[in-house]
């Protein structure tokens, strides 16, 4: 078992438990979609595009009263220590499908009868986190294309490594860390939308993690609202390292 | 469209009945909103696995089967057995469900039910080790779901948990030409612990268990969780694209975690009963 | 070669040379479709599910003046010794096919225009003649979902094992034998829908084994009588050892 | 839906004429019922192939090619080379192939014709072996379905045979280093008989051999024996969902024992021209 | 590496730098197809089956101003030195496409709306140059097939060995050799419809090859219009050694 | 339908106007019909990476990420080390691109820019050898395109130039008892030139590089070719359904070759820059 955490209670990478890695978002990177973001969180690297609400083909598939909503969360082969195979693994269509139900409560699908909206994820660097990291590019790239939201969903993991509750785990604690819990909330309406655990955590400790990745979240919150703002009120270099 | 898809758009008007009742305190089969239906649990039902097991919640039925195989490692992990969980959601289970590759909702269940045994170290992986890096044993646990009335998620994990703690497998050494020579004699597979996964459903304002296919497709989210004979979380699924406020999150745990209590006792017995 | 039939005239496993394995069968077994039955053939478990007639997906494959019948003939990866993949092997695949044309003849296929009928079998445990328990408990399961049919189907394997012809070779006598001829019958109009044959037979043994697998045809008709009779007449335990 | 099946619906009106014919002991093309069409068979047309052979049957047009090639047998066959027998429906065929994966139709097709090789062991495939359980020679025939006029189960069961029947491979040893070494030298494909596989269609009552596919598209049965030199029957199957009453079974043996007589004349010869 | 010409300028085979392997075309070597032909360009053994222009499924895919064309270039397993699996390659599909668009100039699709014209190559023995032969063959297939063609499309490949441009290279030049350039051709209308290289060529070079490429084309033209000629108006025995 | 052939649907009537514009020397977007939207390459972008590049040409943008990984080399090439070019258009990169497997233009341009590569010896594979016949270096190169507007073919290539340019491997070695050590040191991997590709649309009777999606939508024909550093062509391809005179094809190459040595010195520079 490695040692994850020193004994001024800092992690590898010098972070306290409670504090996530550098997060830097941007609005606007791809020029066809009609929606996009692109988020640095810690090592991770993702790209997100939105494409819609637009016809659903075939036509029997479109439902009468709303939008339908599809993610794909695909990984670059280069994403990866090891070279990943183009082809969609169990893993990334089990994330897809959570991510998707992450995302629909803030989405008002009523408002696009007989569509689809699709959301691309593009993983072009793996580091833990990055479900939560799509899952935050990915109502950001939602926004950009104009869909009505309820609220923003913002993700962040949280776990237990040596011990000790920590948000916001990187590969070498995920891999080494004895629990993660990725969360995804709608910051306003205060309601989870994700939520998944591997691991083990006491009811106790579930109860104290849960509250710091709600915490976590508010305050990545403030990032997806100033890359927005940046992108559509203002110029000033979008980021927090 | 997957089969539970399919079902939201039929049912969708029976919502306002179901919610109804729920206020009450009653479901429509009379049941409280705590509480299972009749679990049935037969294991040692085919010979030719190393373990077996049916379960059947009320009108849910699954088979799961473990065998017991020699196989190599994955290169990163040299020390560790190898455990393969796989469902399929035959189209014997239900008029909506299709022959084919797996779908998404099928993926999440077997990855679900692997992760709560993977991640409760039912099973000590590091234990199958034959010969450290070349040969391992691999336990396939595969759930075939005969007959869908709800809460699959709950019904594969009770197959799995009972197939897996019941299976034996032929006593084997490795020899000193390198072989690996397997006796007659039978042993059982070690095991640590009884994961229990318990599984709400959310509907309006209300929770709760054990939800028959008809509550399923008018719920509005979906929680599981997985506790080890301490009471201790193992794994944790939300789904379906409905939430949960701040404070259900915590008191859907307390109430997975009584349940799962009562659940175990009925899975021990089982397992007793099996190993005679 | 091992040695298949003692000095007495007697199989490995007790059996005579035109003696069955103990059948079981049962009715409904199943709450959603709207046929099933349950089989135990020697080892072979085999459950049966039959859903329809009902309409054809895509429309444009429907039959202007009969129902199809589809059936798909599957080994759970536990049924075998070794793990079988779960995807469907050749093997599978051509039984699926000669099992529906077995069907097929005693089904009156005309009433339900425009429709397709599913016949879904899982081989929960796999023993020798698993095809021939696979289509007699198919034709109780399309007779429990109530489809007009003109007789029965009723199916036994016949086989040579040391020399001589035998009646219903369970694994290790199809393996080790000399022949296995599945043969599927309607019992009351005499007439053969099945016949596969692998290994070796003068056209005199030919006669012979088919002559026998006829009559156990019959002999299992009687089972298959009453499992139905038991479920729809009667309270009476189910089954023959 | 297979390409035999749509001409079922196409051609359904055409079987009043024929069963007419038929009742008459005639056939549209002028053939008795249970005459074959004229057969031309080539060997030796690949040869890049250790065997090949083109079989024409009226229109029908196949080439079956054997690669022999070195591999590691199946685990439970330590001591057996490989026989892989594939046949491709090729959509050059009719207008009603398509390109893909072979359908239920081309696959109970390659395995009829495989069993048929198989069962009459035609090759001793222990024979094959190089180093027991790690090397040994592996057969693959592969038939090409080149245009299709019907009888393609006799087709391609003929253009089997004599492809394999004139193979040859080079000479191989094990060298003591474990390695094999392939000779310049070629040397035959040794083979113990010929099977001779016939398929009968049941049209109304009456058996014809050698169907076309218009005849095919009307019929209600088919049936096919594959017996050995000594008129032993090796491999049956019947097919398409029509019956036999319990005699036409029997009758439909003596039909094809005799048939095969015939052609077996006609392959051998064809061998023998082949080898010079 | 290989000499591959000898002193007297003469290749492995016998042939001068510029000669071409022998060619035989055949017409209307299937019953079934509407247009086919069968080429042995050296130890190239091609058949081609033209079906169309008939009717698309599904119909959504129907152009409404003019046919489409598909090909499908396919090597028989026993084709090539080592067994090829029968499943299209990436190779393959590569090729299929490349011949698609060497055709689709010379055929006049607009006489066919709502239509599709497919042309299925099998290759039973695969040599150098075989989508050259393929597309030789395959032009004499479509005319076969009565379709409307502006002109006639051949192809012909061209390449370097030991330092020089020789036509037509054989599976051991090919393999051996530093360039490989397929090159097809309308011989009347004087367009190229396909132009691919692989290897190392100086512009000079490739000015030279590519001449001596369109002037085989035009040898072997004749070859096609001879087997033409021959099918529809003639006995004379086809072909050229 | 490809996403190209949608397009074509769609803007056909564009066509005249662009071709109008074409014949003033002049294209929609301003440029020459000879002239190149901006360039732009970052290398090292992806750290999990041994190399990797994201090119931008206009709105067009790309990534290309190599992994050097250990594998075994083909039987028939047991000296060499691998070499494998992806290219995945993946559904973000326009609203014609679905998710799936690559179709037959993506896997036309993934050839051909592997084409590019393996025909100019960038990289000398027989150098990638670790134990002969066994052990090798497998250099696995990824294109992603994020975002489409035409010219796909140059921006795939220069990104997999590029990313191979600029990659770095462990030093290894091979121990005494056969294992390959892998050493914290790492060092550049030995390239041998620059491979540059240009392709050109034809419009009408009109040569313009580096076409735009709407450019490319009324192309008649594409022709591409890759040159080493001494100015030889080292792999073409034509594409398309529209066809080149033979005057055109030569002024192709010229105008590709001119066009090539230009776009070097920008492709050199980034790489020099990337190295310090």
């Known amino acids: ?241 | 469209m997957s089969a539970v898809k399919k079902a939201v758009v039929v049912e969708r008007l029976r919502k306002a009945q179901i919610v109804e009742f729920l206020s009450k305190g009653k479901r429509l089969d009379g049941r409280g909103l705590l509480d299972f239906r009749p679990i049935k649990i037969e294991t040692g039902i085919i010979e030719k696995a190393n373990g077996s097991a049916r379960v059947q919640i009320g009108n849910t039925q699954v088979i799961a089967g473990v065998k017991i195989e020699i196989g190599e490692p994955f290169p990163d992990t040299p020390e560790m057995g190898l455990l393969v969980v796989n469902v399929e959601v035959l189209p014997l289970s239900s008029a909506y469900a299709e022959p084919g590759p797996p779908d998404e909702e099928a993926i999440e269940l077997a990855r679900v039910v692997d992760r709560g045994i993977r991640e409760s170290k039912m099973v000590d992986l590091s234990k199958l080790v034959l010969i450290s890096g070349k040969k391992v044993h691999a336990l396939f646990v595969d759930v075939d779901i005969l007959d869908t009335d709800g809460n699959l998620f709950d019904a594969a994990s009770y197959a799995t948990v009972a197939s897996i703690a019941t299976s034996t497998m032929p006593k084997s050494s490795v020899g000193q030409d390198g072989q690996i020579k397997q006796e007659d004699e039978s042993i059982p597979l070690q095991i640590n612990c009884i994961p229990i996964s318990i599984t709400l459903a959310k509907i309006d304002s209300e929770f709760i268990v054990d939800p028959t296919s008809e509550e399923e497709a008018v719920m509005d989210a979906r929680i599981t969780f997985t506790f080890d004979d301490d009471g201790k979380i193992r794994a944790g699924q939300k789904g379906q694209p409905g939430t949960l406020d701040f404070n259900q999150v915590k008191l859907a745990v307390e109430i997975a975690k009584a349940k799962a209590k009562e659940i175990r006792e009925i899975i021990k017995k089982s397992i007793k009963d099996a190993k005679g």
Chains 1, 3, 5 share one sequence.
Do not use: W
Not at chain 1, 91 to 104: F, P, Y
């Open chain 1, 1 to 241: 078992m490695v040692e994850l955490i020193d004994e001024k209670g800092l992690r590898m990478d010098g972070r306290r438990v409670d504090e996530t890695r550098p997060i830097k978002i941007e609005v606007g990177v791809l020029k066809n979609a009609d929606g996009s973001s692109y988020i640095e969180f810690g090592k991770n690297k993702i790209i997100v595009a939105v494409y819609g609400p637009k016809e659903v083909h075939p036509k029997h598939l479109a439902l009468p009263d709303r939008s339908i909503l599809r993610c794909r969360y695909h990984m670059a082969p280069f994403s990866t220590d090891t070279r990943k195979h183009p082809q969609p693994s169990r893993r990334e269509i089990e994330i897809s499908k959570v991510i998707s139900e992450a995302l629909e409560p803030a989405l008002i699908l009523e408002e696009y009868p007989r569509t689809v909206i699709n959301v691309y994820l593009e993983v072009l660097q793996a580091d833990g986190g990055s479900r939560c990291a799509g899952i935050t590019a990915s109502a950001v790239a939602l926004a950009d294309a104009g869909i009505s939201m309820r609220d923003m969903v913002v993700a962040c993991a949280v776990g237990k490594i040596s011990g000790k509750v920590v948000l916001d785990l990187d590969d070498t604690e995920d891999k080494e860390g004895e629990a993660d819990m990725p969360v995804a909330i709608m910051p306003n309406l205060n309601q989870t939308t994700l939520l998944q655990l591997d691991g083990i955590l006491t009811p106790e400790e579930f109860e104290k993690a849960f509250e710091m990745a709600v915490n976590a979240c508010r305050h990545i919150y403030e990032v997806q609202r100033k890359a927005l703002i940046d992108k559509y009120f203002g110029e000033d270099e979008v980021g927090e390292e």
